[in-house]
């Protein structure tokens, strides 16, 4: 079973555009990883958040996680065609030993 | 190695079938993970190689599912007697050292099985 879930399931936004996605989780964490998929492609690191970390950027990505409520945000600025993909956030327990997925957002960026 | 490798990329096999998916990791990673992802979620864990050393195999779906490891590089994941609802994509990723840093994964090998 899953561990987190995202929202939106889909997201469609111009080129130029914001795009924010969240996800929630349900147990204590080590860390929270964000990975990006494109059709047909293996997954691709984007950004990693330890769990006494509060805010990350890295590019035009920005990750939020806020562990009291058990959530995290990642935002994409000033979004290009190629951002188009699925986006997942991941999940390391404090003793775990793998990544716990959630279900993906679908982004789309239309030019 | 450029990055994580799978082979095959895609496999059809008949019901009953027994298949076998290779993972080349990237040089000197220690830490080997398999994952199963169906279409339209999230990728599932199903093993956890440190090593040669299988620590953790808690997401295998049923003993059907056979993964090793045995030199601490290559790792084969096999299915025996494959059913329908073994069809997914079967992800390979690697890690440096230890689960908390970020994986490396393979571009899969998409299992259909008919």
């Known amino acids: 079973s899953q561990q987190g879930e995202e929202d939106p399931q889909a997201l469609s936004i111009q080129e130029g555009e914001n795009a924010t996605m969240n996800c929630s989780y349900k147990t204590s964490i080590n860390n929270l990883q964000w990975y990006r998929q494109n059709s047909g492609r293996g997954l691709v690191h984007l950004i990693l958040i330890r769990s006494n970390e509060r805010e990350k950027h890295s590019g035009r990505l920005r990750v939020t996680l806020d562990t009291s409520k058990k959530s995290s945000s990642l935002l994409i600025t000033a979004s290009r065609a190629a951002d188009t993909a699925s986006y997942f956030c991941a999940t390391v327990t404090e003793y775990g030993n793998k990544l716990v997925f959630g279900a993906g957002t679908i982004l789309r960026v239309k030019s | 190695g450029a990055g994580v490798s799978q082979s095959p990329r895609y496999k059809v096999a008949k019901r009953g079938q027994d298949v076998a998916l290779r993972c080349d990791p990237i040089s000197g990673h220690v830490s080997l993970f398999w994952y199963q992802q169906a279409l339209g979620q999230g990728p599932e864990f199903l093993t956890y190689?440190?090593?040669?050393?299988?620590?953790?195999k808690s997401g295998l779906p049923s003993d059907r599912f056979f993964a090793e490891r045995p030199e601490g590089s290559v790792s084969t994941l096999k299915i025996q007697r494959t059913q329908q609802e073994d069809s997914a994509v079967y992800l390979c990723a690697s890690s440096l050292v230890r689960v908390y840093n970020e994986q490396f994964f393979g571009p899969g090998t998409r299992l259909t099985v008919l």
């Open positions: 190689f440190q090593n040669e050393a299988q620590l953790d």
